[in-house]
């Protein structure tokens, strides 16, 4: 499966974004599409998920109550409603596919659950 990530861009504090990832190649009925992060010289961070199983919705701890994750499934496309956005929000955010259809929650957050990966979009937060 190709992903393809979009949306990223320069935003002042307290801006919205929002970042879509169109996968092809694959239908991918039941896997979890999943965001993450990586600002400089820190480690990739999980930002949120949604499991098309079952509807399930995931978010870093960093970002509940700011972000939101949609998926229009006609379109195999997930998206990243990014509200009230910070400076520290500031990194390359990457789309990915879990490897698995069954992912179980316990995984959603972990970057080796994820099997293919986009290319990433830059999101810089700054006045």
């Known amino acids: 499966v190709q992903l393809q990530a979009s949306g990223g861009g320069l935003v002042q504090p307290g801006g919205s974004l929002r970042l879509s990832c169109a996968a092809s190649?694959?239908?991918?009925?039941?896997?979890?599409m999943g965001w993450f992060r990586q600002a400089p010289g820190k480690e990739r961070e999980f930002v949120s998920a949604?499991?098309?199983?079952?509807?399930?919705?995931y978010y870093g701890d960093s970002v509940k109550g700011r972000f939101t994750i949609s998926s229009d499934s006609a379109k195999n496309t997930v998206y990243l409603q990014m509200n009230s956005l910070k400076p520290e929000d500031t990194a390359i955010y990457y789309c990915?596919?879990?490897?698995?259809?069954?992912?179980?929650?316990?995984?959603?957050?972990?970057?080796?659950?994820?099997?293919?990966w986009g290319q990433g979009t830059l999101v810089t937060v700054s006045s």
């Open positions: 190649g694959r239908t991918l009925t039941n896997h979890a």
């Open positions: 990915a596919v879990s490897k698995s259809p069954g992912i179980i929650t316990s995984s959603i957050g972990i970057e080796d659950s994820y099997g293919s």
């Open positions: 949604f499991r098309r199983r079952d509807g399930a919705k």
